[in-house]
């Protein structure tokens, strides 16, 4: 099973900008779909964006399209995700995720990172 690692969070100010890393180890990434979720204090877990093995299609949760960007670099066994525009709405643990097919429910993926958290301030 993958092994997941995230990386790159930290407190950010409103409008401005951070770049997740999500590194995969035990098994290469490019056999799976890739996904990142969050989760805001009190709420659950929700989808924020997924691709698909190759990198040639991603699809995003309403509240993040057009400011986040999910990318993948298979020959490094890493998985991104650009936010942009960040708003304190979006302060949260993120988490990575693969799986076989890139999809919107977390049930679906097989492995998780460990959680990366996020701040932005207003």
């Known amino acids: 099973q993958v092994q997941l690692v995230e990386s790159g969070g930290g407190l950010v100010q409103a409008g401005g900008s951070l770049r997740l890393s999500c590194a995969a180890s035990r098994h290469p990434f490019s056999s799976y779909a890739g996904g990142w979720f969050r989760r805001a204090p ?64 977390e049930t679906a993926y097989r492995s998780w990172g460990q959680g990366t958290q996020v701040t932005v301030s207003s």
């Open 42 to 105: 009190g709420k659950e877990r929700d989808f924020v964006a997924s691709i698909n093995l190759s990198g040639s299609s991603s699809y995003y949760a309403d509240s993040v399209k057009g400011r986040f960007t999910i990318s993948r670099d298979n020959a490094k066994n890493t998985m991104y995700l650009q936010m942009n525009s960040l708003k304190p709405e979006d302060t949260a643990v993120y988490y990575c995720a693969a799986g076989f097919i890139p999809t919107t429910s």
